[in-house]
């Protein structure tokens, strides 16, 4: 039967078929492409797409056979808060839920673990512009052009690393970058002396039109591809691997822009964020940094 036939609702941008409970009283594996398909349809990003998948196919596989009821769903999260830091359960857990309302299984949601939020973040999961400038310096010394932009040019613009492709050739020649990400579209301003530098890479590398930042065999870099060649970085720059993350750039430029414009509203619209409670996390000072405000208040006699 085409899942279309059903009568529902829009829940969250997906739509919701009714009549559907009595039908699917089991976990089973035929239940994941139609929600894949509504994913699309919504027009998720393919990232999201993928990580919804990902946690609903471990469900799948762990429950396969059991009947769908809110026991089963309050084992899998006790299972998950015995496994998992609270932030990657609740992952879990939110697209399993949206799973399990798609099928009309609403009424068998759980509830997301409950996370304080943090006032500062650890100096050892932050990387510092210090430690940015040595790994570009480091990217140099290996003879490493186009790894030493593509650090500054996500640094410089606080792009994702999955929207590299969006810098191209005709982008650079313009100064700026129209993003299409996660059903959203923005422009990234891109600043003038990286593209200074972009053009001179392009011209060397014969790159005529396209993504500046390309493979031997010219295909657009990949968040792989970025990830492998940053962690080889780290020795030579003598910076901590579990700081070398392409999304550490983002945090980097999140912070010193906000150090200089305080307009946390204008710093989501150019990071791309539909809530700007997920830009707070990106601008959350150190314990250092935390410490030293502590200190300066003065109120110990």
């Known amino acids: 039967m085409n899942r279309f036939s059903y009568f529902g609702t829009i829940e969250n941008g997906i739509f919701v078929p009714e009549g559907t409970k009595m039908e699917q009283q089991k976990l089973n594996e035929s239940m994941i492409p139609p929600y894949k398909a509504a994913l699309v349809e919504a027009e998720k990003s393919a990232a999201t797409v ?42 879990a857990l939110a697209a399993v839920n949206g799973f399990l309302r798609f099928w009309g299984f609403g009424d068998c949601c759980v509830k997301p673990f409950k996370i304080q939020k943090k006032i500062y973040c650890p100096e050892e999961k932050e990387l510092t512009r210090e430690e940015y400038v040595r790994l570009v310096k480091a990217a140099k010394e290996k003879s490493s052009e186009r790894l030493a932009l593509l650090l500054e040019s996500i640094c410089a613009t606080g792009i994702r690393v999955s929207e590299l492709p969006f810098i191209t050739v005709e982008a650079v020649a313009q100064g700026e970058a129209t993003v299409k990400c996660k059903g959203k579209t923005r422009t990234i301003f891109i600043p ?13 590398k014969g790159i005529q039109t396209g993504p500046v930042f390309v493979t031997r065999t010219g295909k657009a870099l990949n968040r792989s591809n970025v990830w492998r060649e940053m962690k080889a970085l780290c020795a030579r720059a003598n910076v901590p691997p579990s700081k070398v993350f392409p999304h ?54």
């Open 50 to 91: 993928e990580k919804y998948l990902y946690h609903v196919r471990q469900f799948v596989a762990a429950y396969t056979g059991r009947k769908i009821d809110k026991a089963l769903v309050l084992e899998y999260k006790a299972r998950l808060g015995e496994s998992f830091a609270p932030s990657s359960a609740n992952a």
């Open 192 to 204: 003038a002396v990286l593209c200074k530098k972009l053009r001179r890479y392009t011209q060397r």
């Open 248 to 301: 550490s750039l983002r945090h980097l430029f999140a912070r010193c822009f906000y150090a200089i414009d305080k307009d946390i509203s204008k710093l989501a619209d150019i990071l791309g964020h539909s809530n700007i409670n997920t830009t707070r996390i990106y601008i959350i000072s150190t314990g250092a940094e935390h410490r030293q405000k502590m200190e300066r208040m003065q109120l110990i006699l």
